[in-house]
T-cell receptor, first 114, second 114 residues
Framework: EPEVTQTPSHQVTQMGQEVILRCVPI?????FYWYRQILGQKVEFLVS????????KSEIFDDQFSVERPDGSNFTLKIRSTKLEDSAMYFC????????????FGPGTRLLVL | GEDVEQSLFLSVREGDSSVINCTYT??????LYWYKQEPGAGLQLLTY?????DMKQDQRLTVLLNKKDKHLSLRIADTQTGDSAIYFC??????????????FGTGTQLKVEL
């Protein structure tokens, strides 16, 4: 059964460093998403992406964040200059579109900013 | 804005039924979902219900939707120790640029005791 994959599973970085989190969505899906979950808190929407552009972003998704689909398979989330409060689990999700909007999630990347 | 609330904990005995409740605020939700998260793992889609339905059954899972009260519940029949996890309800809203975004509840920690 096709699934969303994410790499790395864990990343530790120093404050101020740039990180890139990678996702491979399900191959025939058209919509891609990033969510994050700070430890002990709700899963929060960050951004949705369709047709090579952002379709919606939350207040959390400020200028430090960017997303890209560099090729036909990968979908990346870049944090330009990480802050301590960026420490969280980051989930990628994808949905097929065309009225099939169920989102399937990857296993997540746990990011720790020191 | 959207808000989704759940009770934090539920403890049941193995073999009993579990009922996890959720309330949401936005009446224009298109779909409502239940996801399961085991410790250290990603979000596994369990089931979903379209907003114009009031019940959906899928093997041991029964979803009830009361749209008037904006109340969603998940019933797990014959609960097993493997059902111990955090259960998130989520409402789906259309994104401005296409696709949809999920607003998650706080999650309910289900503990199944022998």
């Amino acid at each position: 059964e096709p699934e969303v994959t994410q790499t790395p599973s864990h990343q530790v970085t120093q404050m101020g460093q740039e990180v890139i989190l990678r996702c491979v969505p399900i191959s025939n899906h058209l919509y891609f998403y990033w969510y994050r979950q700070i430890l002990g808190q709700k899963v929060e929407f960050l951004v949705s992406f369709y047709n090579n552009e952002i379709s919606e972003k939350s207040e959390i998704f400020d200028d430090q964040f960017s997303v890209e689909r560099p090729d036909g398979s990968n979908f990346t989330l870049k944090i330009r200059s990480t802050k301590l409060e960026d420490s969280a689990m980051y989930f990628c999700a994808s949905s097929e579109g065309r009225a099939r909007e169920t989102q399937y999630f990857g296993p997540g990347t746990r990011l720790l900013v020191l | 804005g959207e808000d989704v609330e759940q009770s934090l904990f539920l403890s049941v005995r193995e073999g009993d039924s579990s009922v996890i409740n959720c309330t949401y605020t936005d009446s224009s939700s298109t779909y409502l979902y239940w996801y399961k998260q085991e410790p250290g793992a990603g979000l596994q889609l369990l089931t979903y219900i379209f907003s114009n339905m009031d019940m959906k059954q899928d093997q041991r899972l029964t979803v009830l939707l009361n749209k008037k009260d904006k109340h969603l519940s998940l019933r797990i029949a014959d609960t097993q120790t493997g059902d111990s996890a955090i259960y998130f309800c989520a409402e789906s809203m259309k994104s401005r640029g296409g696709g949809n975004k999920l607003t998650f509840g706080t999650g309910t920690q289900l503990k199944v005791e022998l």
